[in-house]
Each structure stands twice: as structure tokens, then as C-alpha cells.
């Protein structure tokens, strides 16, 4: 119907209000499309969901831990450990804490310090031939602070130095292993789902 057809001014105005109903949906779908392509959430979020450069998707907890303390990563240390794990990590076995993704994170609470740590983990390579080996990464807040090569079933102790500079302004303290050689479960599988190491034991040492 033309406008210039419009001879009553209620049908007018009934007119008027469903070209103003239809010209508001058309700005909601608007809105909605713009959401849709450029969301408005967490960069953690954006990371792990909509841009996928992490398979470690943070988590909000901070694990209680004291210095020069060993903490089981198998299933007699499952409760101690439980708050130490931010992401990439599964639940505990008998044989340790399995990695989970390209990524693994550690969150914990200590004491200010005025010099670095010694750091002794226990590890485990994951391997499935003809995959034999697995390198990974470890960081504290970004800071890189050792590389190892695991090799073999059996746990292998790493020990290294972290210096005071790598976590001295942070209120945490946060351990990052980033895996080179992970092993999925198939090839269609998600890298989410990779596996590399199995974490068996976690100890700092103030120096």
C-alpha cells in the first residue's frame, strides 16, 4: 500500500509504527551480525574458543603450596595437586598427571622471595612409535627457563634454576609447559587432545 493511499490517520498510524517495528528488527539483526563476527569476551576466551591459538583454556585457581614441599602428580597427591592445575592437564593416575593439548599450565601461592628457585620435577614421556621422544618447553610468567628432551617410559628427574627477575612482580606464581612433539590419539583428533608428558612430581627449593 502507498503511502499517499493512506487516507485514514489511524491506518497512517498503523502504518507508521510497523515501518518503525521492521526498521528496529533490521537494527537488531545488525547488532546481533556484529556480535557474531567481533565478540566482546574475555581474551581467554578468544583464544581458546573463537581464534583457537591456545589449547589451554585458563582457569581461575591458585594452589596452595609451600616451599621445599614435594608434591605427588599421581593419584595419592590428587588433592594437593587438584589446585595447582590451571589447564592442560587431565585428571591423575598411577603413573602421574597427563598432559593435555600443545600447552600446560601450573598456577601456585609463595612466600616474597629476594632470590630465584630451584625447580625439581619428575617427568615422563609420553611415546608411541615411531614418536620416541617429546621436548618441552617450561617458562615462569613468559620468561623461558629450561628445555628438556624426554625419552623413554620411565620418569626422569629435571632439575633447573628459576631466576628471581622471571616472577619477582607477580602475585603468583605460574609454570608454563609448551610441548613441540605431542601425540593425538588419532589423526582426526583435535589438538586439544594431544598427549606428551606425565607430570609425576613438582618441588621449588628457595636458593
Request: glycine share 6%; with cysteine; proline share 6%.
Amino acid at each position: 500500500m502507498l503511502w499517499s493511499d493512506v487516507g485514514n490517520p489511524y491506518a497512517r498510524a498503523i502504518s507508521l509504527g510497523c515501518y518503525a517495528l521492521a526498521a528496529a528488527l533490521a537494527v537488531s539483526e545488525i547488532l546481533i551480525l556484529a556480535l557474531a563476527l567481533h565478540p566482546n569476551v574475555h581474551p581467554d576466551y578468544r583464544a581458546y574458543y573463537i581464534d583457537r591459538t591456545t589449547t589451554c583454556l585458563n582457569r581461575d585457581t591458585v594452589g596452595i603450596y609451600s616451599l621445599g614441599q614435594t608434591v605427588s602428580f599421581r593419584s595419592d597427591g590428587a588433592k594437593r595437586a587438584s589446585g595447582m592445575k590451571v589447564c592442560g592437564w587431565s585428571g591423575p593416575a598411577a603413573d602421574g598427571t597427563h598432559s593435555l593439548g600443545e600447552t600446560s599450565r601450573l598456577r601456585l601461592q609463595i612466600p616474597p622471595l629476594r632470590d630465584g628457585l630451584k625447580a625439581t620435577l619428575q617427568m615422563a614421556a609420553v611415546v608411541r612409535p615411531p614418536q620416541m621422544t617429546q621436548r618441552v618447553i617450561i617458562s615462569v610468567h613468559g620468561v623461558s627457563v629450561h628445555k628438556v628432551t624426554l625419552s623413554g617410559k620411565q620418569p626422569m628427574t629435571v632439575s633447573f634454576f628459576i631466576p628471581h627477575a622471571a616472577f619477582s612482580n607477580a602475585s603468583t606464581f605460574e609454570m608454563t609447559f609448551d610441548y613441540l612433539d605431542g601425540i593425538p590419539p588419532s589423526k582426526a583428533a583435535s589438538s586439544i587432545y594431544k598427549r606428551s608428558i606425565k607430570l609425576v612430581s613438582f618441588r621449588l627449593d628457595a636458593v
